[in-house]
């Protein structure tokens, strides 16, 4: 392909390659190896299946001899670009951001719950230790490598046990939403129905107000009635039951990979105990409560206040 049709935009994370923009704005190319080719596929067979996602219009070989395809642009700014740009009062996302990232959802929601894969006896817990890379946070943390920690994460397992496996994104958020759909399926696999769309408002607060918004209550029961109307037409059953779970869950996978190695870098310390502080708060929540509130996480620069000050959460 003649790369003078395309700009540049950015590296790809988490894997090899980079991303390119047509000259008229209605098709990325990505670039990559095995890793893209199986997303790519993954992509082809959700497409089909009507989930909100990029069709692929071409792929093949760069003249270097790496991997690439084309797919239709869903659209030049996603809902975390479009909150952090939007002029508003507060840090407060605009509601209008906040509706339409539940009708995405939704429409995700639909389609997942019209198309289920049947499990084996080793899948959920399969997703558990990958969505929550749980061998990480453990190598890095082994305190909480504790009968505690298993206790609560074997309880949410039970929990979700009746829960129907549908293919997911497993990396879902805000930064992968636009009005038109959902991109960037490179972690995609099995997950329990509810797991992508669900948390998206609330795994805002596992950044530590460091995204630049914030959803308030009102935000999040809006959204989380909109997914339960989706899933109850297609289950019978409201899908935000599961929540305390799956936050359970994704306090997990916001602390893995946190640990740094250089001890000069203080300020990756004081993150990697912060996310370590919203991982116990959770864990205490979801052993009273089977719930998380994501709402009674302190900020970073709250948490850092109360650790300079001695007062170690």
């Not at 799956?246 to 004081?270: E, N």
Request: aromatic content about 8%.
């Amino acid at each position: 392909m003649n790369d003078k049709n395309w700009r540049y935009v950015k590296k790809r994370t988490a894997a090899d390659g980079a991303v390119y923009v047509s000259a008229d704005g209605t098709r990325y190319r990505r670039t990559g190896g095995p890793e893209l080719r199986a997303e790519a596929r993954f992509q082809r067979l959700i497409a089909d299946l009507d989930y909100p996602v990029p069709h692929i219009l071409d792929e093949g070989i760069t003249d270097d001899g790496h991997y690439y395809t084309v797919e239709e642009s869903l659209g030049d700014q996603t809902l975390h670009n479009q909150a952090i740009t939007s002029p508003g009062p507060g840090r407060n996302l605009p509601d209008d951001i906040a509706d339409t990232a539940a009708q995405v959802a939704a429409r995700l929601l639909h389609a997942q719950a019209a198309h289920l894969v049947q499990p084996t006896p080793s899948t959920l817990r399969q997703w558990l230790d990958r969505a929550g890379f749980t061998q990480n946070v453990f190598q890095e943390n082994p305190d909480l490598d504790s009968p505690r920690t298993h206790a609560a994460l074997q309880d949410a397992l039970h929990r979700l046990g009746t829960v129907p496996l549908v293919r997911g994104h497993l990396d879902y958020g805000l930064p992968n939403v636009l009005p038109a759909g959902v991109i960037d399926w490179q972690h995609h696999g099995l997950v329990p129905l509810g797991y992508d769309a669900l948390p998206a408002l609330e795994i805002i607060a596992f950044k530590g107000d460091a995204k630049g918004y914030t959803a308030d209550p009102g935000q999040r029961r809006r959204y989380l009635a909109v997914l339960d109307d989706a899933s109850e037409s297609t289950t019978g059953q409201p899908v935000s039951q599961h929540l305390g779970a799956y936050l359970l869950v994704k306090a997990s996978f916001f602390l893995a990979l946190m640990r740094p190695t250089d001890p000069s870098r203080t300020d990756k310390h004081l993150k990697w105990q912060y996310r370590r502080h919203l991982f116990t708060k959770g864990l205490e929540q979801y052993e009273r409560t089977w719930t998380v509130d994501t709402a009674l996480f302190p900020s970073l620069e709250e948490f850092a206040a109360r650790h300079l000050a001695g007062d170690h959460p």
